[in-house]
């Protein structure tokens, strides 16, 4: 089991794994915390996000530092392409998905540590795009190249705005 601790009413915290012997929601009874927490389920699943362009697929990659960008690379299933949800956020290497600068247009793709301002909420649509205010996360000018940038932009019918979840082990 593991669930987000929030340490201020901004949702900024971290996901910790449950107490022995609890569950679920349980695990917010949590003896050494003292002040109230909120909080969500963390998905304890974990999930490589892969896009594809013809016959080439790729797999968004994090960076292990707060401010680090997020790039396109071949799929290795460790654990700088591992995500998960909580919530309306995506984790990776404990830090948030983060459009850095702002939820804007063009904006680079990274992590930082979570705050649970909107440039860290994304939805993930039915026909598999990953927004953020509004805008799409896709690859940057469309290239499936390795350490290819992911940005975000206008909402249009292009591969590279789509995404898939594959869980991982």
């Known amino acids: 089991c593991h669930f987000w601790i ?5 949702m900024i915290g971290k996901i910790v794994e449950c107490s ?3 569950r679920g929601l349980d695990a917010f009874n949590r003896p050494d915390m003292n002040t109230p927490i909120r909080g969500q389920i963390a998905d304890p699943v974990a999930y490589k996000l892969t896009t594809t362009k ?8 994090g960076s292990l530092t707060n401010g680090g960008t997020m790039f396109m ?14 919530g309306n956020t995506l984790i990776n290497e404990g830090r948030c998905v983060d459009a850095l600068g702002g939820a804007k247009k063009d904006a680079q793709m990274g992590v930082w540590d979570c705050n649970g301002n909107t440039n860290q909420r994304i939805e993930m649509t039915s026909d598999g795009r990953l927004k953020v205010a ?3 996360m896709g690859v940057s ?7 290819q940038k992911v940005i ?5 019918n ?3 705005q789509r995404w898939k979840l594959t869980p991982v082990s």
């Open 6 to 10: 929030a340490t201020n009413p901004a």
């Open 20 to 22: 022995p012997g609890t």
């Open 54 to 61: 013809g016959s080439a697929t790729m797999c968004m990659e």
């Open 73 to 86: 690379r071949a799929c290795t299933d460790t654990s700088p392409q591992r995500f998960r949800w909580v």
């Open 134 to 136: 509004g805008y799409c």
């Open 141 to 147: 000018e469309n290239k499936y190249i390795t350490n």
């Open 152 to 156: 975000l932009w206008d909402c249009v």
């Open 158 to 160: 292009e591969e590279g």
